[in-house]
């Protein structure tokens, strides 16, 4: 059975559970983002269609790209912490609170801490990125002193 045959079967199975589950609009929705983010990204076209990549790894690629994304259809928005020192429990709800309160959506907090870091946080909510992090900090004032 060649490539395409094997598509097509799992493309027909898709829909019609979809259609049993009653989630046809979502998986339309959900498969017209997929190939929006295909065809905007060159790369992950050529590493996708490349025979030699390991499938693994195309599948560990994909999964990235979209995990969380059947929570950000229901509202929910993953926000990763790096931060120097571990986090209170009131330092992550205040955290959670503002960033809710600046996205209009439920955040869900993936905290780890990041010995690099000499001080301060990086926050990461969706391809937005909040550095408050010592060494962004640092590097901004030695540019400042040398330019």
């Known amino acids: 059975m ?21 989630a046809t ?15 905007q990204s060159g790369e992950l076209v050529e590493f ?15 999964r990235q790209l979209f995990s ?11 926000a990763e912490v790096r931060s120097a020192v571990a986090l209170s429990e009131e330092q992550c709800q ?6 809710e309160h600046h996205s209009g959506r439920k955040v869900r907090l993936e905290v780890q801490v990041d010995t690099s870091l000499r001080g301060g946080a ?7 990125v909040f ?9 901004r004032l030695q540019a400042r002193l040398a330019g």
Do not use: H
């Open 122 to 128: 990086v926050v990461r909510v969706g391809d937005t």
């Open 131 to 139: 550095d408050g992090s010592v060494n962004t900090y640092l590097e």
């Open 68 to 78: 969380g994304k059947v929570a950000e259809r229901e509202g929910i928005i993953g």
């Open 48 to 62: 996708l269609s490349n025979p030699l990549a390991d499938s693994q790894a195309q599948a560990n690629v994909l």
């Open 25 to 39: 609009a979502a998986v339309q929705r959900d498969v017209e983002r997929l190939l929006q983010t295909v065809r």
């Open 2 to 22: 060649n490539a395409p045959e094997v598509v097509r079967r799992y493309a027909v199975t898709l829909l019609e559970a979809a259609d049993e589950t009653g």
């Open 94 to 99: 205040r955290l959670q609170a503002r960033l």
